[in-house]
């Protein structure tokens, strides 16, 4: 495969002719080709999709701390190429099964002079789009001040851009951002784009460990640039020299539902490394939560604690009762009065406050059969943390508990650590020290058995293939942005976060709110900006092992009809199909249920979301079983929903349909449809 191009370079009156060599891999189906080269003595690659440029020239290289940087001079010195095809099986998922069916080129460049290797640059190519990554294997020891790696976009004068600021105030909570491709500054990935031809391209990172979080920079219209978070010293990466970096991944489609079917990011992961998983349980649960973000209870001790013996056993049976598998208690441990966002410190993670005996708390789950859902609030202060960490997940095991929630609150940039000397550091929640810090704890839970479902969390890279245990997270704008947020979620933030932040694996998103009048109605309080119905189709949009159903239980008590739709959606799937949708305006999931245990149904569900447009959307249901009749229960907006005045007016009815009907889904302003397909 390789082809020998003569490049000429021309200045004035001379001229000179060096030789570049350069390798192309096509995606299976050939629609993708990825070509690198060391033209002009520089690493260099280039996209085509469709036979149509996707990303022009676009530098690779390193620059490093007191060690030459890796970038100039460099040629090709070896060239290997390879495929792949194979179905894998994921212990819980969005799917069952995937498939990973790829080509791999891998191109090794070396210095002229010196021969010594600098790289090898390992790129995947599958139908639904690529990763490459850089291997260096050196003896001394390589600080990265600068990661070269360019994505430069062919039809930028042209593309439309949806992304959230990197390196501000936040981590990643904020509204995203529509612009034309060549406005966006510094942003995070997942970062989609969209050219004038339709196709959709999202960049991300697979596998992101042991290494920074790779930001983009707009530096020249059109070209991104790689901006790795650095540690509070001002480097990037720290090295012993030899290191893979994480995929540099292009998820690429015709239309923006192809980025949504795609399995690239797990598939660029390593396989399961901790065995038997039986132990992660995806599912359902009600938490000890919502009442704090409205204001009715505290945190911190007081006359409206929260977290009470009482109150969590009275949760514990309403769990039980209504089939949810656990209940996050919040605020039960000592650390919590005053201030505890700029606290982090005083955090106990074992002692309890007087009002809350865990004893009596966990025979009671045992004998209700719901679990308690453990919590872990850092306030960003990471040293205190480890110091209790085991300790902190032993006290959980002896306590039945499966699963923790974990927090970092803090500033952007102010997470605390205590460094060797003693001194307090401040780093990034994405930057080389947090990646680690992070998998630290989801590998110490699993020696717990402990599943983790991390808040604040460094952006997801797929790595719940490699760490099954590590369930979930946020790392966006969740439920919580609308009982206190300035704004609250927007109407087409929901369908924002389907084409961006789901891009990366699942969200604790926590749907379910019921009661959106706690502040009243309209639209310039802060409440769900969506109807009822929006709110049930999100438990199948917004995919996550685990839903929390948000509210508290009077609000759904209030609501039976209504409540039996979150009672009924499971959480683990057989297959999950994306089957209309644009970026930020709509999305429709079709998923199925995945058999487990004494489960015998062979349902099919379907979410629905609009942004604040009413639409109404034709939908076939090819995808359920042709031999088959399925009575649908249908939960969608009624005739007068629209989401500022009358968000609670909802249909529910029933119906007998087959794989050969059609259903037209009537949405309302931010409005939504959820259906289950009940196998008869
Ligand atoms: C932020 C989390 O996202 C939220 O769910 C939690 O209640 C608070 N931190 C307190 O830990
Ligand atoms: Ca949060």
Known sequence: MRLLSYLTLSSGLFCSAIQAASYSVNSPDGAIKFTISDSQSQPQYNVSFNNKPLLNTSK?????????????????SASATSSYQQTWQQPWGEARLVTDHHNELAVTFKDKDSKDTAFTLRVRVFNDGLGFRYEVNQSNALYITKELTEFNFADSHNSTAWWIPARGWNRYEYTYNTTPLQQAAHVHTPFTLKNADGVHVSVHE???????AMTLNQRRPGTFVADLTPWSDGIRVKTNGKFKTPWRTLQIGDEAIDLLNSHLILNLNEPNKLGDVSWVEPGKYLGIWWGMHIGKNTWGSGEKHGATTEQTKAYLSFAAEHGFDGVLVEGWNIGWDGDWFYNGDVFSFTQAYPDFDMKAISEHSKQVGARLIGHHETSGNVSNYRKQMHDAFELYQNSGVRQVKTGYVADGGNIKRIDERGHPRYEWHDGQFMVNEYLDNVKLAAKYQISINTHEPIKDTGLRRTYPNWLSREGARGQEFNAWGTPPNPPEHTPMLAFTRMLAGPMDFTPGIFDMSFNGLGDKTNRPQTTLAKQLALYVVLYSPI??????????????????????????????????????????????????GQYTGNDWYLGAITDEHARSIDIKLDFLESNKKYEAHIYQDGEQAEWKHNPYDISINKRIVSAKDKLTLKLATSGGTAIRFKAI
């Open 547 to 596: 839903q929390m159903a948000a509210d508290l239980p009077e609000n759904y008590l209030a609501k039976p009809d209504a409540f039996q739709f979150i009672k009924d959606v499971p959480t683990d799937w057989e297959t999950s199909i994306a089957l209309a949708g644009e970026v930020g305006d709509y999305v429709v999931f079709a998923r199925q249920e995945r058999k487990r």
């Open 206 to 212: 697979a596998a992101l460990l042991d290494y920074a």
């Open 60 to 76: 690779l290289g390193f620059e490093f701390k007191h060690a030459a940087p890796m970038k100039e001079n460099l040629e090709i």
